[in-house]
Protein backbone atom coordinates (compact mmCIF):
# COMPACT_ATOMS: atom_id res chain seq x y z
CA UNK A 1 0.00 0.00 0.00
CA UNK A 2 1.27 3.52 -1.10
CA UNK A 3 -0.27 6.97 0.02
CA UNK A 4 0.68 10.04 -1.17
CA UNK A 5 -0.05 13.81 -0.33
CA UNK A 6 0.93 16.62 -2.12
CA UNK A 7 1.74 20.02 -0.99
CA UNK A 8 3.11 23.33 -2.68
CA UNK A 9 0.62 24.39 -4.72
CA UNK A 10 -0.48 28.33 -4.71
CA UNK A 11 -1.19 31.40 -6.59
CA UNK A 12 1.48 32.82 -8.60
CA UNK A 13 1.68 35.07 -11.79
CA UNK A 14 2.51 34.13 -15.74
CA UNK A 15 6.63 33.50 -15.99
CA UNK A 16 6.85 32.70 -12.16
CA UNK A 17 8.10 29.20 -10.69
CA UNK A 18 6.51 26.88 -7.98
CA UNK A 19 8.13 23.45 -6.60
CA UNK A 20 5.22 20.70 -5.83
CA UNK A 21 5.95 18.14 -3.43
CA UNK A 22 5.12 14.39 -2.98
CA UNK A 23 5.43 12.66 0.54
CA UNK A 24 5.19 8.85 0.02
CA UNK A 25 4.20 6.33 2.54
CA UNK A 26 4.86 2.74 2.44
CA UNK A 27 8.05 0.41 2.98
CA UNK A 28 8.30 -0.13 -0.95
CA UNK A 29 8.78 3.37 -2.38
CA UNK A 30 11.75 2.77 -4.18
CA UNK A 31 10.62 0.33 -6.58
CA UNK A 32 7.31 2.25 -7.66
CA UNK A 33 7.35 4.84 -10.74
CA UNK A 34 5.64 7.95 -9.87
CA UNK A 35 3.86 10.68 -12.10
CA UNK A 36 1.95 14.22 -12.31
CA UNK A 37 -1.08 14.67 -13.64
CA UNK A 38 -3.39 17.34 -13.66
CA UNK A 39 -6.61 18.47 -14.14
CA UNK A 40 -8.11 21.51 -15.11
CA UNK A 41 -11.69 22.49 -13.93
CA UNK A 42 -14.45 21.19 -16.94
CA UNK A 43 -11.47 19.32 -18.35
CA UNK A 44 -10.30 15.58 -17.99
CA UNK A 45 -7.01 14.65 -16.10
CA UNK A 46 -4.08 14.91 -18.07
CA UNK A 47 -0.29 13.77 -17.92
CA UNK A 48 2.30 16.27 -17.00
CA UNK A 49 5.19 13.80 -16.43
CA UNK A 50 6.59 10.70 -14.63
CA UNK A 51 9.90 9.22 -13.64
CA UNK A 52 10.93 5.56 -13.09
CA UNK A 53 11.90 4.04 -9.38
CA UNK A 54 15.65 4.49 -9.98
CA UNK A 55 15.29 7.97 -11.33
CA UNK A 56 16.86 7.26 -14.46
CA UNK A 57 14.30 7.59 -16.96
CA UNK A 58 12.09 10.32 -17.13
CA UNK A 59 8.93 11.86 -19.76
CA UNK A 60 7.12 14.96 -20.10
CA UNK A 61 4.16 15.92 -21.94
CA UNK A 62 5.04 18.65 -25.24
CA UNK A 63 3.57 21.20 -23.48
CA UNK A 64 5.24 21.21 -20.48
CA UNK A 65 8.33 20.06 -21.92
CA UNK A 66 12.10 22.43 -20.59
CA UNK A 67 9.56 24.34 -18.01
CA UNK A 68 9.17 21.28 -15.82
CA UNK A 69 11.31 18.95 -14.02
CA UNK A 70 10.48 15.94 -11.97
CA UNK A 71 12.47 14.34 -9.75
CA UNK A 72 12.72 11.99 -6.47
CA UNK A 73 14.56 11.47 -3.94
CA UNK A 74 13.98 8.14 -2.13
CA UNK A 75 15.77 8.41 0.80
CA UNK A 76 13.13 10.75 1.81
CA UNK A 77 10.11 9.06 -0.31
CA UNK A 78 9.39 12.05 -1.80
CA UNK A 79 8.89 13.19 -5.62
CA UNK A 80 9.05 16.77 -6.92
CA UNK A 81 7.82 18.97 -9.51
CA UNK A 82 9.94 21.81 -10.43
CA UNK A 83 8.14 24.35 -12.08
CA UNK A 84 9.42 27.07 -14.49
CA UNK A 85 7.76 29.84 -16.95
CA UNK A 86 4.16 29.13 -15.88
CA UNK A 87 1.72 29.87 -17.95
CA UNK A 88 -2.22 30.56 -17.21
CA UNK A 89 -3.01 27.34 -19.15
CA UNK A 90 -0.68 25.41 -16.48
CA UNK A 91 -3.59 26.03 -13.84
CA UNK A 92 -4.82 23.01 -12.33
CA UNK A 93 -5.15 20.65 -9.65
CA UNK A 94 -2.12 18.59 -9.83
CA UNK A 95 -2.37 14.70 -8.64
CA UNK A 96 0.70 12.83 -7.42
CA UNK A 97 0.04 8.86 -8.46
CA UNK A 98 2.19 5.92 -8.23
CA UNK A 99 2.68 2.23 -9.91
CA UNK A 100 4.48 -0.50 -9.16
CA UNK A 101 7.20 -1.11 -11.45
CA UNK A 102 9.09 -0.46 -14.76
CA UNK A 103 7.19 2.21 -17.43
CA UNK A 104 7.55 3.91 -20.86
CA UNK A 105 5.94 6.44 -22.71
CA UNK A 106 3.00 4.74 -22.47
CA UNK A 107 2.27 5.56 -19.13
CA UNK A 108 0.48 9.06 -19.93
CA UNK A 109 -2.54 7.37 -18.96
CA UNK A 110 -4.27 7.47 -15.63
CA UNK A 111 -5.90 4.46 -15.13
CA UNK A 112 -2.59 2.49 -15.48
CA UNK A 113 -1.22 4.04 -11.96
CA UNK A 114 -2.72 2.29 -8.87
CA UNK A 115 -2.26 4.96 -6.28
CA UNK A 116 -3.68 8.67 -6.10
CA UNK A 117 -3.04 11.58 -3.56
CA UNK A 118 -5.69 13.93 -2.98
CA UNK A 119 -4.00 17.06 -5.11
CA UNK A 120 -2.74 20.55 -4.62
CA UNK A 121 -4.23 23.70 -6.46
CA UNK A 122 -2.12 25.60 -8.81
CA UNK A 123 -3.04 28.98 -10.13
CA UNK A 124 -1.14 31.22 -12.59
CA UNK A 125 -2.66 34.46 -13.01
CA UNK A 126 -1.69 36.45 -16.29
Known amino acids: QVQLVESGGGLVQAGGSLRLSCAAS????????KAWFRQAPGKEREFVAH????????YYADSVKGRFTISRDNTKNMVYLQMNSLEPEDTGVYYC???????????????????WGQGTQVTVSS
Open 97 to 115: AAVLGSINDRYTIPGLYDY
Open 26 to 33: GRTFSTYA
Open 51 to 58: ISWNGRYT
